[in-house]
């Protein structure tokens, strides 16, 4: 479990980081942002406090996406966004 990634940690993580498993991480908040890694091709944030607003940061080299039992994710999620998208994992 992931309790200390805050959203200002997320903006100082390396703007090369291609993965990032952030699953159970619940200290996010609906600000954080993905947009400064602009390589990142898979997240793994299963169970995780990212809401849309957070998803829609993220760059369009994400290829791989899990939000597995994301309570703040809604029907509104939009991933148009991320052309690259192959593979996502949503279970709830």
Do not use: M
């Not at 959203?7 to 390396?14: G, R």
Request: charge should be positive; glycine fraction near 4%.
């Amino acid at each position: 479990y992931c309790s200390t990634l805050t959203d200002a940690a997320l903006t100082a993580l390396p703007t090369g980081l291609r993965e990032l498993n952030i699953s159970w991480c619940n200290s996010l908040t609906p600000a954080a942002s993905f947009a400064h890694l602009r390589q990142l091709r898979v997240l793994r944030a299963a169970g995780s406090s990212l809401s849309d607003a957070a998803l829609a940061t993220l760059p369009p080299s994400v290829r791989e996406l899990d939000i597995s039992w994301c309570r703040p994710v809604t029907g509104a999620l939009r991933l148009g966004h991320l052309p690259h998208l192959r593979k996502l994992h949503c279970h709830l």
